[in-house]
């Protein structure tokens, strides 16, 4: 059974440093990963979504990086603002099964 | 572009009875998902609909918990009879098949 993990389970930095979000899963055998946000309260807004042939995707002050191989994604915000302060997920489909498995998230408080 | 709708967005229960929620997805996205999210926890996917034929319910309690999505458009998940530990967020997401997964806002329910 795919296992997805995410270190650490917080994080606390200040306004304008650059951070890594790490998040490994056990089965390679992924098909796509999806990163999303979600505020408290809230549902998931999808960040990006790395399909398993691709090493990585941007969009704005984040870039997601994918090694299949050994079972890693990092997501990097880059000049980090009060406004990324939320948990942050990850999620892989799996390629056979088609479904989705996320791992419990990184609660980030970014401080002005 | 509408998104993923969800109603009621908060239920309060006691245990022993029954609720029902509602997910209308995203237009024309042939694959919907109901997670359950409990508090401090990522995600755990319930049931995956294609069209209105069931795709995973593999994790789905059974004896308590029903869904489905007549006309493969509009989703109910029910419960009956809730109890203490079915007290989560229950969350709808829609996706064109193996693509992005889009999040309604989320139903809270509290069981006591």
């Known amino acids: 059974k795919q296992e997805v993990t995410q270190i650490p389970a917080a994080l606390s930095v200040p306004e304008g440093e650059n951070l890594v979000l790490n998040c490994s899963f056990t089965?390679?055998?992924?098909?796509?990963l999806q990163w999303f946000r979600q505020d408290p309260g809230k549902g998931l807004t999808s960040l990006l979504l790395?399909?398993?042939?691709?090493r990585e995707q941007t969009s704005g002050r984040l870039n997601a990086s994918l090694d299949k191989s050994s079972g890693r994604s990092t997501l990097y915000i880059a000049a980090s603002q009060p406004g990324d302060s939320a948990t942050y997920l990850c999620?892989?489909?799996?390629?056979?099964?088609?479904?989705?498995?996320f791992g419990t998230g990184t609660s980030l408080t970014v401080i002005p | 572009e509408a998104g993923v709708a969800q109603s009621p967005r908060y239920k309060i229960i006691e245990k022993r009875q029954s609720v029902a929620f509602w997910c209308n997805p995203i237009s024309g996205h042939a694959t919907l998902y109901w997670y359950q999210q409990i508090l401090g926890q990522g995600p755990k996917l319930l049931i995956q609909?294609?069209?209105?034929?069931?795709?995973?319910d593999s994790q789905l309690p059974k004896d308590r918990f029903s869904a489905e999505r007549l006309k493969g458009v509009d989703s109910t998940l029910k419960i009956q009879p809730a109890k203490l530990e079915d007290s989560a967020v229950y969350l709808c997401?829609?996706?064109?098949?193996?693509?992005?997964?889009?999040f309604g806002p989320g139903t809270r329910l509290t069981v006591t």
């Open positions: 609909f294609q069209n209105n034929g069931v795709v995973d």
């Open positions: 790395i399909q398993s042939s691709q």
């Open positions: 999620a892989v489909r799996h390629g056979t099964g088609n479904q989705f498995y």
């Open positions: 089965d390679s055998a992924i098909y796509n």
């Open positions: 997401a829609s996706s064109l098949p193996h693509y992005e997964q889009y």
